[in-house]
């Protein structure tokens, strides 16, 4: 069974850059579909962004889009997440997700696709 950690978190300024990362061990990493989801203070768990086992292709939420980019390294077994003009309502605890199934453009969105969950990693933007 896969385990996820996630790591990168801090206290950044507007428009600042962070990069998240995703350490995967205990299982097959290429078996997996991959996610970002977040948490905001008071809110609910919301979807970030995805992609497929081999990669090949990546989905975002519309809030993230054009600012953040997800990928995976097969031989590092993690998954990042490059975020760039970040926001105040950026702040959350980012979350790593994992499934063996097949994601689509609609299941990708939903936490109940995915049955492996990291601590999460804390993301504060000032503004």
């Known amino acids: 069974q896969v385990q996820l950690v996630e790591s990168g978190g801090g206290l950044v300024q507007a428009r600042d850059s962070l990069n998240l990362s995703c350490k995967a061990s205990?299982?097959?990493?290429?078996?997996?579909?991959m996610g970002w989801f977040r948490q905001a203070p008071g809110k609910e768990r919301e979807f970030v962004a995805g992609?497929?086992?081999?990669?090949?292709?990546?989905y975002y939420a519309d809030s993230v889009k054009g600012r953040f980019t997800i990928s995976r390294d097969s031989a590092k077994n993690t998954v990042e997440l490059q975020m760039i003009s970040l926001k105040p309502e950026d702040t959350a605890v980012y979350h790593c997700?994992?499934?063996?199934?097949?994601?689509?453009?609609?299941?990708?969105?939903?936490?109940?696709?995915?049955?492996?969950w990291g601590q999460g990693t804390r993301v504060t933007v000032s503004s």
């Open positions: 992609l497929t086992k081999s990669g090949g292709i990546t």
């Open positions: 205990g299982g097959s990493f290429g078996s997996y579909s």
């Open positions: 997700a994992a499934t063996l199934t097949w994601t689509t453009m609609a299941t990708v969105r939903q936490e109940t696709t995915y049955n492996h």
